[in-house]
């Protein structure tokens, strides 16, 4: 699959049932090494409820899902970006990324790349003058993807599962160098 195969669609209430489905089927691809299955469950119920998909969902304004599909309109991946947010290291608002998670099976495809692209392109057009994003710490594959885009480590913040400690590194990009 190219990058060509890759469709992305901005997300309204009537996806809110794909983003759940996609949002616990992509977390508990990447993400369940983590967490015990109860505390698993219980962040997915949080991250992932209809109450709180359906407060971002109807506020385009503050929040915007996005949709990769692939070449058979199959949705393969999300994200969700949080606009005018400040970044926990300088304070800085900034487009906040707050999630981009792909399908384990479609990891290494362009859907990851297509989404942030688009993601930074709408960001520029919102007049957003940086883009900000926590990760793992140990996601260094993560972090290499986001450096390519012109990221650049800003800092770290704590981050806790119920099985351990792991921190987030705080990465952010001058959309003027995007």
């Not at 109807?58 to 199959?74: F, G, K, M, T, V």
Request: one cysteine or more; glycine letters at 6%; hydrophobic letters at 40%.
């Amino acid at each position: 699959m190219t990058n060509t195969d890759i469709s992305i669609r901005p997300a309204n209430i009537s996806d809110l049932a794909t983003i759940q489905k996609l949002g616990c089927d992509t977390d508990a691809d990447h993400f369940s090494s983590l967490w015990s299955p109860e505390g698993l469950r219980d962040f997915l119920a949080q991250d992932f409820s209809t109450e709180a998909l359906e407060l971002t969902l109807r506020h385009p304004n503050q929040h915007q899902w996005l949709i990769a599909y692939d070449s058979s309109e199959r949705p393969i991946g999300l994200s969700k970006t949080n606009w005018s947010q400040p970044n926990p290291i300088s304070s800085v608002l900034g487009a906040e990324l707050q999630k981009i998670y792909l399908l384990k099976s479609f990891s290494g495809v362009g859907a990851g790349t297509e989404l942030l692209k688009t993601i930074i392109n709408n960001a520029v057009l919102r007049g957003e003058s940086s883009i900000w994003l926590d990760v793992l710490k140990t996601n260094t594959k993560a972090q290499e993807f986001y450096l390519r885009f012109g990221f650049n480590q800003i800092g770290e913040i704590p981050f806790n599962t119920d099985l351990k400690e792991i921190g987030m590194a705080v990465m952010a990009c001058d959309l003027g160098q995007a």
